[in-house]
């Protein structure tokens, strides 16, 4: 870790990767691809698990990794059309300044998706690196481990109690 005069210096820069991991929640959020764009560095990698992998790619695979913004951000974004809105709560935020100057954030995640089927509720870990670009972190590595992800049922509109009569 580079030399740092004290705990301040790093805890801006943890305070910095938050913002940026927020800011990505956030665009995932609200299906903004725009906004998505301005998180990652033109050379940004996003690694997907196996299981993911083979959503995304058709068939059973190993880790693979998708590699420049414009790919990323195709991937992510078409997401969105998988859900009707989304929320994302991120926690427990570790940030660590690398020999190279490069930032590694870890943190846990929560999130909703509505859908049309219920809500999916997941939990997960978030692995980013970000580094230094034009005056701001970006996000060169982005790998997301969904630990868990249950699905509650679309709850049924209550029958109408209107005009009934009592017995």
Not at 4 to 26: F, M, N, Q, S
Not at 98 to 115: A, M
């Amino acid at each position: 870790m580079p030399d740092l005069p004290d705990d301040r210096g790093l805890a801006e820069i943890g305070w910095r990767a938050g913002t940026v991991l927020h800011r990505y929640c956030r665009a995932i959020d609200q299906g903004d691809a725009g906004a998505l764009r301005e998180v990652f560095a033109a050379d940004a990698a996003l690694v997907v698990a196996a299981a993911a992998a083979a959503a995304v790619e058709g068939g059973p695979g190993s880790e693979q990794v998708f590699s420049g913004r414009d790919t990323v951000v195709g991937i992510l974004a078409s997401l969105f059309d998988q859900r009707q809105w989304a929320r994302h709560l991120v926690s427990n935020l570790f940030v660590d300044v690398e020999p190279d100057g490069s930032v590694d954030v870890r943190s846990y995640f929560q999130y909703w998706l509505g859908r049309a089927d219920g809500t999916a509720h997941g939990v997960g870990d978030y692995h980013v690196t970000m580094r230094e670009s034009d005056g701001r972190l970006a996000i060169t590595t982005l790998a997301a481990t969904i630990l868990e992800e249950i699905t509650l049922p679309a709850a049924v509109p209550a029958a109408s109690t209107a005009g009934a009569t009592a017995v």
